[in-house]
């Protein structure tokens, strides 16, 4: 059956080549011609752009780092991948599924930073009344309203004494690189303390069910086989992933 379906398939792809072959050797088939040209800069101007596009392109490899340690997206994305694995099911929702909603919820909840950030940085740059130095100040401004208000002092106290900066009198004299590893595991303290609280209940029915088992002899039986069916009816009956939703947005505010 294979033969049958190959001959074709293959006859129709060798007539393809020899068409335009005549095709592009008689001109009727104009063939693009893609070089890179590197060559040196005739004004300043150009090699100002250079760089800017450079830059630009670097931002562009980091945009995932960014995303993940300035934004919400890490205490997200660690609590629904605790759920999936408090609910003993490793692969149901994927990975794609669970980064997919992180995502959404991320983009929920920093709405607000956003929408600032837009409002006072993004829009004035786009009509020329800014620099890029000046946007980047003001985009940083509501970012760091952002992660100082989830991150702990005790956090924030360590990595300036690590950083062997003076005591700040205010939260505006300490340094974003200095707030950034603060909020960084800050959120992943939280996120962690939310999977310990969602596993409990859980944890609870994979304990009844072992000692039912035991009890009755039923050595060679996994309990995770009697005691999924349990977890899932029991996060379903809650509403789990409503709770979690709502836990998780409630959390930042």
Not at 67 to 80: A, Q, Y
Not at 195 to 207: K, N
Not at 215 to 229: A, C, E, K, R, T
Request: aromatic share 8%; with cysteine; proline share 7%.
């Amino acid at each position: 059956m294979k033969g049958k379906f190959l001959l074709p398939a293959c006859f129709s792809l060798v007539l393809t080549l020899v068409f335009l072959q005549a095709a592009w050797a008689q001109g009727a088939l104009p063939l693009p011609r893609i070089g890179v040209e590197i060559r040196p800069a005739d004004t300043p101007r150009e090699a100002s752009t250079s760089l800017q596009i450079l830059i630009l392109l670097t931002v562009l490899t980091l945009a995932p780092a960014i995303l993940i340690l300035f934004t919400s997206f890490t205490r997200i994305v660690i609590v629904l991948a605790l759920v999936r694995n408090a609910l003993g099911v490793q692969q149901i929702p994927p990975n794609q599924v669970i980064v997919g909603l992180a995502l959404f919820l991320t983009l929920f909840t920093m709405a607000p930073t956003l929408g600032k950030v837009n409002e006072i940085s993004l829009q004035p740059y786009l009509k020329g009344e800014i620099n890029q130095a000046q946007a980047l100040e003001r985009a940083s401004g509501p970012l760091r309203q952002f992660m100082l208000r989830q991150t702990r002092e005790k956090d924030l106290a360590l990595f300036v004494s690590l950083a062997g900066e003076k005591r700040p009198k205010t939260v505006e004299e300490i340094p974003t690189y200095v707030v950034l590893p603060a909020f960084v595991i800050s959120e992943l303290r939280t996120a962690f303390i939310l999977g310990a609280l969602i596993f409990v209940p859980f944890l609870v029915i994979d304990l009844i069910v072992s000692s039912t088992l035991m009890s009755m002899g039923m050595l060679m039986l996994p309990p995770v086989m009697i005691s999924l069916p349990f977890k899932l009816l029991l996060f379903v009956m809650v509403d789990g992933w409503h709770l979690v939703a709502r836990a998780l947005i409630l959390s930042f505010r």
